[in-house]
């Protein structure tokens, strides 16, 4: 059987799908998934599309103990005219190969998979809500399952991907966040693992985001791991911050997220004629450029939020409140085109837009 | 139901054991495992014996995406006249509570724990191998199973110990080991979630296991990821270093695990009345006492392995060749007695085994 033949089996027992108002983050799937198998000596084998269900895996599978594991997130999109969407795929595509590189995970033929995902949208369609903020979030996702203990990669995987009808990922909506700069724990450092999108990284920020939630902040801001004072990135959204006329947001270092929304709001800003530095930019210059008035909006960029307004920054107890905690000018400008972009409202001067 | 009552349900088709001289590690399971559930607001429930079976979970399952499990690893051994002993097991179920408290994981019961595992051990008593440095391996672990996309901590869990039949950790046994120290890729930082038995942090160490491997070293040594200088740990061992007449192992920093064997290699040394220095060491301050003679032995410990002399270190190219690539006196003597307790073969001076 070819590689590219992709099986399909569909559900015979459809679910309902949940009301717009009750979508959240993540908490539905639709009726259908992908699942493609690897064994060492053999390769990637058997691409299938089936009812959306349990998987079966033995308890010594590598990926419940040793954390080799990789994912991607992205978005479809249903357009007014009930076109469907799909916002740059291939940058993630290559991303997720990018990170199983660094997780010793075999490749994966990036137009297979893009193959694979277009046919199981198709098939789960109707599960795209069509509402102002509402898409289809779809996870790739890689787990190694050989049933052995050794530390060594594994010499089987599945790569799988789900789909889930998503509301805003904060509860807040385009309304500003506060966010909690972190002075005790680190996500990632030089040399590690911070710029794959694999497990470890989430794990290690768990406990910083609960201690944060519970002095009531939406997420941390990281520092790097060597220093402890220069900016990386949000729990889950890489950062920018405008500073008199110029955006700066933090250089691509090793430890932080190639975010794809970061990558397409700097060429958007460029386009618009903006200046935008990529550079290290330290705790202190933040805090300083605020007393000194010059720090005027800063906002997070990411597949889940696409942009989120910053109100204020926790740094070690001094609260600093952003553009009067509210939606500054430039981030609503963003907000605004990358949502119209992404639901075809707005014409494409860039390429971006993949329609189904 | 008491948390306590543990119900077993035995296998109707028991497996065929391997032979002794093919088990490896971690290649075969008993015929049973333990499991315990865990939902919040529940609390852990329904701890339970059942036949070694795959376990369906979730696609969305949070273990999947977020990396957020912790486990454990220790062994039971069988005496010469068939007793079963344990080697210090609450040392590990604290230490998995402590890696849990550090992954937003719940607390469980040691004792129930304990108790489970004495139970799981003697309904498969019959697969403890008996010959010289094999043994049953334990692998407690918690996997969170919260079927959502959120980055949170789960709201659900599962605990499970299953058991392993072991011949010895490294292919080559007691005979020293060709260690290659890491300088590009870094395992964990302070502030992270090294010293806790996450399955992060072996992800993240798998590039650099897989290159020194193709390099023919058994494992890495891992340097800090600050200074890049400070002597961390191995893959899965402490590390001692024999220089002059005094034993240094680097303190317990945060970044690295505190391992059961290292302690007590550490009090048995002390017990001898050999000098012990746990504090920082660079990587300098080992080659220079390698070039002035005085770097005698090294080796590592950890359960898996017990002990394993280094033969070589290899630092960015310059081969350090210890003890003349031979096992040394004080590896060989630590070694003796540290499986000789294990085995019920020596007297325990400090209260260390516990007999089933
Ligand atoms: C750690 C981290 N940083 C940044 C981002 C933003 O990346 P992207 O814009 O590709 O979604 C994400 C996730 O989406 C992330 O998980
Ligand atoms: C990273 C790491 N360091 C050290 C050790 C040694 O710890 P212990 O002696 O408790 O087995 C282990 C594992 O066993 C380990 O995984």
Redesign the interface.
């Known amino acids: 059987m070819p590689l590219s033949k992709i099986t399909v089996e569909l559900t015979n027992a459809p679910k309902n799908k949940p009301d717009n108002d009750k979508l959240?983050?993540?908490?539905y799937?639709t009726d259908h998934?992908f699942i493609l198998d690897y064994d060492a000596g053999k390769g990637w084998h058997d691409p299938r599309i089936v009812p959306?269900q349990?998987?079966?895996?033995?308890?010594?599978a590598k990926?419940?103990?040793?954390?080799?594991?990789v994912?991607e997130g992205m978005k479809a999109y249903k357009t007014p005219e009930n076109s469907i969407l799909l916002f740059r795929p291939y940058k993630n595509l290559q991303r997720l190969n990018r990170s199983s590189a660094?997780?010793?995970i075999p490749h994966i033929d990036e137009g297979l998979v893009i193959e694979a995902l277009k046919q199981l949208i198709l098939v789960d369609k109707d599960w795209i809500p069509d509402e102002q903020g509402t898409s289809l979030?779809i996870?790739p996702?890689v787990?190694s399952t050989q049933?052995?203990?050794?530390?060594?990669?594994s010499e089987q995987y599945k790569f799988?991907i789900?789909l889930?009808p998503v509301g805003s990922y904060y509860a807040e909506g385009i309304n500003p966040v506060n966010i909690f700069v972190e002075s005790?724990?680190?996500?990632?450092?030089?040399?590690?693992?911070g710029n794959a999108k694999?497990?470890?990284?989430?794990?290690?920020?768990?406990?910083a985001?609960?201690e944060a939630?519970e002095k009531g902040y939406s997420q941390v801001l990281w520092l790097d791991?060597?220093h402890?004072k220069y900016i990386e990135e949000v729990?889950?959204m890489n950062v920018f911050f405008k500073v008199g006329d110029k955006v700066i947001t933090p250089a691509l270092n090793g430890s932080i997220l190639d975010g794809v929304t970061r990558d397409s709001v700097i060429r958007l800003l460029k386009h618009w004629k903006i200046e935008v530095e990529e550079r290290t930019i330290s705790i202190d210059e933040l805090v300083d450029a605020y007393r000194g008035g010059q720090l005027k909006e800063a906002f997070g960029t990411g597949t889940a939020a696409v942009i989120s307004p910053i109100g204020e920054l926790n740094w070690q107890g001094d609260k600093l409140t952003l553009n009067g905690g509210k939606t500054g000018e430039l981030s609503a400008r963003v907000y605004e085109f990358m949502t119209g972009l992404q639901r075809g409202l707005i014409e494409d001067p860039f390429g971006w837009i993949e329609k189904l």
Do not use: W
């Open positions: 959240g983050f993540g908490k799937f998934m959306y349990p998987i079966a895996l033995d308890p010594a990926v419940f103990h040793y954390g080799q594991t994912f660094r997780l010793s979030y996870r996702f787990i049933p052995t203990l050794g530390v060594q990669p799988m789900i889930s005790e724990y680190v996500r990632a450092v030089t040399g590690g693992i694999t497990g470890g990284n989430y794990a290690a920020g768990l406990k985001q609960q939630t791991g060597v402890r729990g889950s």
